[in-house]
T-cell receptor, first 110, second 115 residues
Framework: LAKTTQPVSMDSYEGQEVNITCSHN???????ITWYQQFPSQGPRFIIQ???TKVTNEVASLFIPADRKSSTLSLPRVSLSDTAVYYC???????????FGSGTRLSIRP | ETGVTQSPTHLIKTRGQQVTLRCSSQ?????VSWYQQALGQGPQFIFQ???????GRGNFPPRFSGLQFPNYSSELNVNALELDDSALYLC??????????????FGSGTRLTVV
């Protein structure tokens, strides 16, 4: 499984676009990149998953360059409710378990 | 569709005791994973069950054991509780290992306190 490295914390303001970058230098060919969001005392919530290039859904975009050694989660126009911990994960396509790192604590200010 | 339900939500146990935590997976899901999350840390993978068989285990001692039932609900059992077992225990379910774009669905967890 790919070892992931991401910033410990980030701050931003309401209405801004936030980009959180994750490094996964030893990602394997079969690894997907998955991002989860977690609020205090709640379970993580799936945000988005991708293999390469760009993936977009109703809440976020995920950018993965051609070498797949990093990925960037983009949150458009954040609000106070986006304050949470965000986890970047690498996962084999043929395996089921997911391994969390320490995550990025995102704080949004008014 | 129902989500993942865990019970109980909170639990206090004494060191040396045994505990059983329960998880009802989301309808249609056949895979259940368990995680331990200490305060301020990311979730740590305990083990996973796929169609009633354990198919992956993290770095946890044998006193952590589990079970998945034919309806795909699951139990986590911890024997000989230690103070360091105090944590939020999370259950996550998925269909065929979460390879679909919706990934894993997590419950809200059971907060276990060992005194």
């Amino acid at each position: 499984l790919a070892k992931t490295t991401q910033p410990v914390s980030m701050d931003s303001y309401e209405g801004q676009e936030v980009n959180i970058t994750c490094s996964h230098n030893n990602i394997a060919t079969n690894d997907y990149i998955t991002w989860y969001q977690q609020f205090p005392s709640q379970g993580p919530r799936f945000i988005i998953q991708g293999y390469k290039t760009k993936v977009t859904n109703e809440v976020a975009s995920l950018f993965i360059p051609a070498d797949r050694k990093s990925s960037t989660l983009s949150l458009p126009r954040v609000s106070l409710s986006d304050t949470a911990v965000y986890y970047c994960l690498g996962r084999y396509s043929s395996a089921s378990k997911i391994i969390f790192g320490s995550g990025t604590r995102l704080s949004i200010r008014p | 569709e129902t989500g993942v339900t865990q019970s109980p939500t909170h639990l206090i146990k004494t060191r040396g005791q045994q505990v059983t935590l329960r998880c009802s997976s989301q309808s249609g899901h056949n895979t259940v994973s368990w995680y331990q999350q200490a305060l301020g840390q990311g979730p740590q993978f305990i083990f996973q069950y796929y169609r009633e068989e354990e198919n992956g285990r993290g770095n946890f001692p044998p006193r952590f054991s589990g079970l998945q039932f034919p309806n795909y609900s699951s139990e986590l059992n911890v024997n000989a509780l230690e103070l360091d077992d105090s944590a939020l225990y999370l259950c996550a379910s998925s269909l065929d290992g979460g390879l679909a774009n919706y990934g894993y669905t997590f419950g809200s967890g059971t907060r276990l306190t060992v005194v």
